[in-house]
């Protein structure tokens, strides 16, 4: 249970003269829902970018289940077992509902010959995709246009297609944005729900209460680095979290 | 109209469907917009060209080799889609349709601007196909041409197309390597737009330049937009219109372009889903 499932091991980042991420180091463990949070700016997007292969890191490295994955192809790192979502709403727009958890339910195809053989419409892979819609409360909406949910549909929608993948990590990237009470509650459940199946959840958050009342280990970013690592009560008292947060408020309230 | 000038006819038609449907690939399914076809289409029938005529293959040799070269060739030109997007990889293709005539053009192997003549039809059992044998012949690739597009479209390939069209770092969060399926659509339309290339070089015998021009590239394009981006039944449609138009309006002939690219615009401005996708909104109000 305590094992890491990803290790971050001193990894910086320069874009040009820009330092978006300073010898950041943290261990995301086995089950636990983890909460990355810090300022805009702060380099939060950029290491999930880092995590799933989209960025190379300019130093450092990431280890996933014990297996080096930085620098490898982003299709590769989510074959691996690693999902994820983005911070504005990546869906397939053009597809359903139903249709994109199916194109999900194919990385295991995606690689190699099969993908020239293998019908999404199988009646296992259509079961497996229910299942997933199901539990994502998504199953009234199957043949509807991706692009035509509300963005708290579309939301979920991302993360069933994530979930469709089979991963063992799930990165959130601000999964609450936009999103009114009612929602934002039914995602923490959903959360709640796929980490007692066992997925292993690290999100990006700015809402500070939905991190707070979510997660049980919080990493604060600020300006690249990391400033502060704990439970969440811990780090919501920590005086630099206070100061880099100053202005907003945000942390006090929430407590 | 004598049944000769009807199967001749027909013989364009399921060569220009052969077209439509392989640029549609790219362009429909793969999101790959490609303004340089009629290269894919000429690399195919020059090939099969140069074995047969210069190299003195028979044609069953240079019909597989033909297509896989096609293909190969467009996995090569398909290689500028993994640097360049959008706008830029339409500017690359344009260019790679020049170059590739300017090829056939100016290197004296490829007949320069007399192009190649004599190019042999195939025959089978010791008889050489007539009008009728060839239009049976085109119908045979053009039922299995259809037939492997349908089958494409309902294999998890198509879903790997569709997520790089609509978006790319989606893809690749679901395990779609963005450039392995690029070169798909490059490599599986390069090898079908080669195999109408054979087709049309064998029928008409001798080939130059310019069938193969930036011309033919619109006309090809013409015909996917006017049918429906991204459909099966819309590029077949498409393709059998535009073959048909000149031949009912004469007057088309002279204006071809003029005419092609006014069908663009009206398309793009009132039905940019194209025919099949204006019919299934009508039917579904």
Not at chain 1, 156 to 170: D, N
Not at chain 1, 179 to 187: C, F, H
Not at chain 2, 229 to 256: D, H, K, M, S
Request: charged fraction near 15%.
């Amino acid at each position: 249970m305590n094992d890491p499932i990803l290790v971050i091991d001193d990894v910086s980042k320069r874009f040009g003269g820009l330092q978006a991420l300073r010898n950041v180091s943290f261990d995301v463990k086995q089950g636990e829902i983890h909460a990355l949070i810090g300022p805009n700016g702060a380099g939060k997007t950029t290491l999930f970018n880092i995590i799933n292969g989209f960025l190379k890191p300019t130093e450092g490295h990431v280890y996933f289940r014990g297996k080096r994955i930085d620098g490898m192809r982003p299709s590769a790192v989510a074959s691996m077992g690693i999902g994820r979502t983005f911070q504005i709403v990546k869906v397939f727009p053009e597809m359903t509902v139903l249709e994109n958890v199916l194109s999900g339910l194919g990385m295991d195809v995606y690689d190699g010959f099969r993908t020239f053989v293998e019908k999404p419409f199988s009646k296992e892979r259509m079961n497996r995709a229910m299942e997933i819609l199901e539990s994502c409360g998504l199953s009234d909406f199957l043949d509807k246009l991706a692009s035509n949910l509300p963005l708290g549909l579309q939301r979920k929608l991302e993360i069933a297609r994530a979930l469709a993948t089979s991963p063992q990590l799930l990165l959130l990237d601000e999964p609450a944005s936009g999103l009114n009470d009612l929602e934002t509650n039914e995602l923490r459940e959903l959360i709640f729900k796929l980490n007692e199946k066992g997925i292993t959840i690290l999100f990006i958050e700015h809402d500070m209460k939905f991190t707070m009342n979510t997660a049980e280990m919080v990493t604060v970013l600020d300006y690249g680095e990391k400033i502060a690592e704990g439970k969440p009560e811990e780090v919501s008292k920590d005086p630099k979290v206070l100061e880099a947060y100053l202005g907003s408020g945000e942390v006090a309230e929430s407590r | 109209m004598t049944l000769d000038y009807l199967m001749t006819l027909s013989i364009f038609a399921g060569i220009n469907i052969m077209l439509a449907l392989s640029l549609n690939i790219l362009i429909g399914f793969a999101g790959q917009v490609s303004l340089g076809h009629a290269a894919f289409f000429g690399i195919g029938a020059y090939t099969s060209a140069v074995l047969t005529v210069n190299l003195g293959l028979n044609y069953w040799f240079a019909l597989p080799l033909s297509v896989l070269i096609s293909g190969f060739i467009g996995f090569l030109l398909g290689l500028p889609s993994l640097r360049v997007k959008h706008d830029f990889l339409v500017l690359a293709t344009i260019g790679i349709n020049f170059v590739v005539v300017s090829i056939f053009n100016y290197v004296q192997f490829f007949g320069g601007p007399y192009g190649i003549v004599g190019i042999p039809r195939p025959s089978l059992f010791g008889k050489t196909f007539d009008t009728f044998g060839y239009f049976i012949y085109t119908m045979v690739w053009l039922i299995l041409s259809v037939v492997f597009v349908i089958y494409l479209s309902k294999v998890y390939l198509r879903y790997g197309f569709e997520a790089v069209k609509e978006d790319e770092e989606a893809a690749e969060s679901i395990g779609v390597s963005v450039p392995r399926y690029k070169m798909y659509a490059f490599t599986i339309s390069g090898a079908m737009a080669g195999l109408a290339g054979n087709l049309w070089a064998h029928y008409m015998g001798v080939i130059f330049p310019e069938n193969f021009a930036f011309p033919v590239s619109i006309t090809i394009l013409t015909m996917v937009v006017l049918g429906g981006v991204g459909t099966i039944t819309g590029p077949i449609i498409g393709a059998v219109i535009i073959t048909l138009l000149p031949e009912i309006l004469r007057f088309v002939q002279n204006y071809r372009m003029l005419i092609y690219g006014t069908i663009i615009v009206l398309v793009m401005l009132f039905m940019p889903e194209g025919l099949m996708g204006y019919i299934r909104k009508v039917i579904k109000r």
